[in-house]
């Protein structure tokens, strides 16, 4: 795995850039050396070199650096290496495995390990093992010596093919690898034995098999004095729950062999953090527009992982570039927005929402409630030039505009019919910074309308509706959100599912229509409530999903339900897809027996939840 640590060394001095740029992207490679080494690894690579040379003596052992996705773990090795390249008589090598697939990793690295011995140890191993071996073998191995110099890999196949040619040559493997390394460590006597350390990257990123064949390599083979092996992985992934969770009790007892020690890479200081956000900033033309309250947000809503920073970093570059909507807004906008649509997802599809979605103007709604509820719960009488906005607000939201004594009943009243999250993002200064930082760009108000309109960032990468891994996830397109491009399906995965589906505005919800539909299923609109009646008397679907204002109603799609459930004219599962979530609505669809989302995602979870249930027998009706 690839850290997320490097970044380009500082560049001469420039002319200021544009309000448009230039910009330019970060790479996402390791750090090459201690000079670019910005989030403090450098002090646990020169321990952890100190302690490889120190136990030279204690060889063999394998020792773990263990991290998370982006969290520095490539980088770290990179430095170790650094370091370890100034200690005499240490070696190193690099093997990353996820170049190889299955059986060939084993052969992978054990060919990875041997192409760092001399080849003159090379000639004379191949020679011993050709001494051991019948006539044919002896004079196949002499003659490929006799028949001129080869090099390094030319001998490492041939030493290969004659230890891997049978059960029996891969009994003696170990033993033959062992009298090499140990011929190759020895030195004179007043210069410490050879070391030679392997570096294997990107574990935790392969197939089950090919763990498995690294691990055997590791410790079957390469088991022998004068290697250690330094692994990156994060081993979590690596636990019985997580990639190898079939293996067998043997195989797992197997695998608990393997790391005699691991070194947990700690998460980044948020001094350094900072720092880091601060360089790839100046790396890539931002830094005018990071304040001290977007920096730390930065730092900590991406829980301080080096790659997540950059991707957002470069994720700003590509839509201040590439999206012609920012020609029109100072870059301040794009980078406000993106933060929004990455730390906050929900809220931003609201705030993204199309029309007929329900949401309305979120950000001002969230502004008003921030002043409604210091004032509701600020002790005396509510000064008489604010009494509008409370009244006006409680009026809006359904609530009596009095009963000013009972503040606390009447906020908590309001916060039901209030987007589930508020009550903690008002809490939040770094959101409520953000927020209002937004407002306060100019030609804020033309900049919400666009982004309602669907015309930046997309709030999700569109579905792909498909059969995954387990584990994985594909997310779907939000609530409103204009797409672009139409998503790939299996046309296998929904077949049989019947979906019904009720909105006024249907052409919202194109896209992942028309991905269910791709995906086998069939899918049916109806505008209103009296279509989707017609429809029912028709045919029964598997699923229901309904907005829930419509015809003029807020609540008219959780009556009409109500009204199914109570006739008994459909009883199967129902999906109220809105792009305002509320205690309320919540607490109403679970009286329904439904669910209420905002996420495309979780209606592609629940339409193959259903489809894999038995379905509902088709009821034709007369």
């Given at each position: 795995?690839?850290?997320?640590?490097?970044?380009?060394?500082p560049?001469?001095p420039?002319?200021?850039p544009s309000?448009?740029?230039?910009f330019a992207?970060?790479?996402d490679?390791?750090?090459?050396g201690?000079?670019?080494?910005l989030?403090?690894?450098?002090?646990a690579?020169?321990?952890?070199?100190?302690?490889?040379?120190?136990?030279?003596?204690?060889?063999?052992f394998?020792?773990?650096v263990?991290?998370?996705?982006?969290?520095g773990?490539?980088?770290?090795?990179?430095l170790?290496?650094?370091?370890?390249a100034?200690?005499?008589?240490?070696?190193?090598?690099?093997?990353n495995?996820?170049t190889?697939q299955?059986?060939?990793a084993l052969e992978?690295?054990i060919?990875s390990?041997?192409?760092r011995?001399?080849?003159?140890?090379l000639?004379?191993?191949?020679?011993?093992?050709?001494?051991?071996r019948?006539?044919?073998?002896a004079?196949?191995?002499v003659?490929?010596?006799?028949?001129?110099?080869?090099?390094a890999a030319g001998?490492?196949?041939?030493l290969?093919?004659?230890l891997s040619v049978?059960?029996?040559?891969?009994?003696?493997?170990?033993?033959?690898?062992g009298d090499?390394?140990?011929?190759?460590?020895?030195?004179?006597?007043?210069?410490?034995?050879?070391?030679?350390?392997?570096f294997?990257d990107?574990?935790?990123r392969c197939?089950?098999?090919t763990?498995l064949a690294?691990?055997?390599?590791?410790k079957?083979y390469l088991?022998?004095?004068g290697?250690?092996?330094?692994?990156?992985?994060?081993?979590?992934a690596?636990?019985?729950?997580?990639l190898?969770?079939?293996l067998?009790p043997?195989a797992s007892?197997?695998?608990?062999k393997?790391f005699?020690?691991?070194?947990?890479?700690?998460v980044?200081d948020?001094?350094?953090?900072r720092?880091?956000?601060?360089?790839?900033a100046?790396?890539?033309?931002?830094?005018?527009l990071?304040?001290?309250r977007?920096?730390?947000?930065?730092?900590e809503?991406?829980?301080?992982?080096?790659?997540?920073?950059?991707r957002?970093?470069?994720?700003?570059?590509?839509?201040?570039?590439?999206?012609?909507?920012?020609?029109?807004?100072?870059?301040?906008?794009v980078v406000r927005?993106?933060?929004?649509?990455?730390?906050?997802?929900?809220?931003?599809?609201m705030?993204?929402?199309?029309?007929?979605?329900?949401?309305?103007?979120v950000?001002a709604?969230?502004?008003?409630y921030?002043?409604?509820?210091?004032?509701?719960?600020?002790?005396?009488?509510?000064?008489?030039?604010e009494?509008?906005?409370v009244?006006r607000f409680l009026?809006e939201?359904?609530?009596p505009?009095?009963?000013?004594?009972?503040?606390?009943?009447v906020l908590?009243?309001l916060?039901?019919q209030?987007?589930s999250?508020?009550?903690d993002?008002v809490?939040?200064?770094e959101?409520?910074?953000?927020?209002d930082?937004?407002v306060?760009?100019?030609?804020?108000?033309?900049?919400?309308?666009?982004?309602?309109a669907?015309?930046?960032?997309?709030?999700?990468?569109?579905?792909?509706?498909?059969p995954?891994?387990?584990?994985?996830q594909?997310?779907a397109p939000?609530?409103?959100a204009a797409?672009?491009?139409?998503?790939?399906?299996?046309?296998a995965?929904?077949?049989?599912v019947h979906i019904?589906?009720?909105?006024d505005?249907?052409?919202?919800?194109?896209?992942?229509?028309?991905?269910f539909?791709?995906a086998?299923?069939?899918?049916r609109?109806?505008?209103?409530s009296?279509?989707?009646d017609?429809a029912?008397?028709v045919?029964?679907p598997t699923?229901?999903?309904s907005?829930?204002?419509?015809d003029?109603n807020?609540r008219?799609?959780?009556?009409?339900i109500a009204?199914?459930?109570?006739?008994?004219?459909?009883?199967?599962p129902v999906?109220f897809?809105?792009?305002?979530?509320?205690?309320?609505?919540?607490a109403?669809?679970?009286?329904?027996?439904?669910?209420?989302?905002s996420s495309g995602?979780e209606?592609?979870?629940?339409?193959?939840r259903?489809?894999?249930?038995?379905?509902?027998?088709d009821?034709?009706?007369?």
């Open positions: 795995m690839t850290t997320s640590a490097h970044l380009p060394p560049a001469a420039s002319p200021a309000s448009h740029g230039p992207l970060l790479n490679e390791p750090v090459a201690p000079g670019e080494d989030l403090g690894a450098g002090r690579a020169r321990q952890l070199a100190g302690l490889l040379v120190a136990s030279r003596a204690s060889t063999p394998t020792l773990a263990d991290a998370g996705w982006g969290m773990k490539s980088s770290l090795m990179r170790v290496d650094a370091e370890l100034h200690a005499p008589e240490v070696h190193t090598v690099w093997y495995a996820w190889s299955g059986a060939d992978g690295l060919k390990v041997l192409m011995f001399d080849r003159r140890v000639r004379r191993a191949l020679q011993r093992l050709s001494e051991r019948a006539l044919l073998r004079v196949r191995a003659t490929t010596i006799a028949a001129g110099p080869l090099g001998l490492v196949d041939e290969w093919r004659t049978d059960s029996k040559a891969r009994n003696e493997m170990r033993g033959a690898i090499l390394v140990q011929e190759w460590s020895q030195t004179e006597e007043f210069l410490p034995r050879r070391l030679l350390v392997v294997i990107d574990l935790d197939s089950e098999e763990v690294v691990c055997e390599a590791v079957v088991d022998v004095p290697l250690a092996f330094v692994i990156g992985c994060d081993r979590s690596l636990a019985p729950n997580g190898l969770r079939d067998s043997a007892a197997f695998m608990e393997i005699q020690t691991s070194y947990r890479i700690p980044a948020q001094q350094g953090v720092e880091y956000i601060r360089r790839c100046r790396t890539v033309g931002i830094d005018q990071l304040d001290e977007l920096t730390t947000m930065l730092a809503r991406s829980a301080r992982n080096p790659r997540r920073i950059k957002l970093v470069n994720g700003f570059v590509l839509e201040a570039t590439l999206n012609p909507m920012w020609d029109d807004f100072a870059p301040e906008a927005t993106l933060l929004l649509q990455y730390f906050y997802p929900d809220f931003y599809r705030v993204a929402g199309a029309a007929g979605s329900g949401t309305g103007d950000i709604e969230f502004r008003t921030r002043q409604v509820r210091r004032l509701l719960r600020t002790p005396g009488p509510i000064p008489a030039a009494l509008p906005t009244a009026r939201h359904d609530l505009e009095g009963d000013v004594d009972r503040r606390g009943e908590s009243r916060e039901r209030l987007p999250g508020f009550p993002m809490a939040n200064q959101f409520t910074s953000l927020i930082g937004l306060a760009l100019p030609r804020s108000e033309e900049l919400l309308l666009r982004l309602r669907g015309a930046a960032v997309q709030p999700e990468p569109a579905a792909h509706l498909r995954s891994p387990p584990g994985t594909t997310p939000a609530y409103g797409q672009t491009t139409a998503p790939r399906a299996d046309g995965l929904l077949r049989g019904l589906w009720v909105d505005h249907p052409r919202n919800n194109d896209l992942l229509a028309g991905a539909r791709a086998g299923a069939v899918v609109i109806a505008r209103d009296g279509a989707a017609d029912l008397a045919e029964t699923l229901i999903i907005d829930i204002e419509r003029g807020p008219e799609g959780l009556e009409h009204r199914l459930r109570r006739d008994g004219r459909y009883t199967g999906v897809y809105a792009g305002r979530v509320t205690p309320e609505r919540k109403v669809a679970r009286e329904l027996g439904a669910h209420l989302t995602t209606i592609e979870r629940l339409i193959v259903a489809a894999q249930a038995e379905p509902p027998p009821a034709v009706r007369p």
